[in-house]
């Protein structure tokens, strides 16, 4: 397939969305950020592009929808990202701005579209390392074959594809779907 279908795109997403109601890695997500505002420990999201504005958008909705998390997005701080990206390389983002607070009680959650590679994404890399090190839960979310996200994960949500026509924008949008079934999920669960 070499074409985009309209048709074929929302076929997909309906299709894949089923696949999650009772998918393990959905629940192992729930108990890991369960466990994060039992410990008032902070979920640090990132992703690039348009992974980027699902990692924001994430942020906010466990602060203000679901309410009581301490969210931070690593990719809305601007001069920050810049200065990084200036001084250190573009690798340093996210890393740089965990240095000095990600700790054991703590979340990172990587948006990647297809979840970094030894050889490039070396600023998800970084923040997955250094999140390793401190003993921090790490949550992916990825798609096509999962890529490093899924390897160093403790829970991960892949959306596998191999259609370079489809992969991005239904990896995308099921990103947005699944995040946003966690989100009311965790709203209910804590009321």
């Not at 998918?23 to 410990?39: A, D, G, M, V």
């Not at 958008?57 to 969210?71: E, I, S, Y």
């Not at 990172?108 to 250094?130: C, E, T």
């Not at 995308?172 to 965790?186: K, R, T, W």
Request: glycine residues 10%; neutral net charge.
């Amino acid at each position: 397939m070499d074409k985009f279908y309209t048709y074929n795109y929302f076929g997909l997403i309906s299709k894949i969305s089923l696949e999650y109601v009772d998918s393990q890695e959905y629940k192992k997500i729930l108990e890991i950020l369960l466990n994060c505002y039992r410990n008032k420990g902070i979920v640090y999201t990132m992703g690039c592009g348009g992974s980027a504005s699902t990692a924001t958008h994430f942020a906010a909705d466990l602060a203000k929808t679901v309410g009581g998390f301490r969210a931070i997005s690593l990719v809305d701080n601007i001069p920050l990202v810049s200065a990084y990206t200036n001084d250190e390389g573009w690798g340093s983002i996210f890393r740089g701005q965990l240095q000095n607070w990600i700790t054991r009680d703590d979340v990172l959650i990587g948006f990647s579209v297809h979840g970094g590679r030894k050889d490039w994404s070396q600023n998800l890399m970084g923040a997955l390392h250094l999140a390793k090190e401190r003993r921090s839960k790490i949550i992916g979310f990825s798609g096509f074959d999962g890529g490093a996200l899924k390897e160093m994960s403790d829970a991960c949500i892949v959306v596998s594809t191999e259609s370079e026509v489809y992969g991005t924008p239904v990896v995308e949008a099921m990103h947005v779907v699944i995040h946003h079934g966690l989100i009311f999920d965790l709203k209910e669960r804590l009321k």
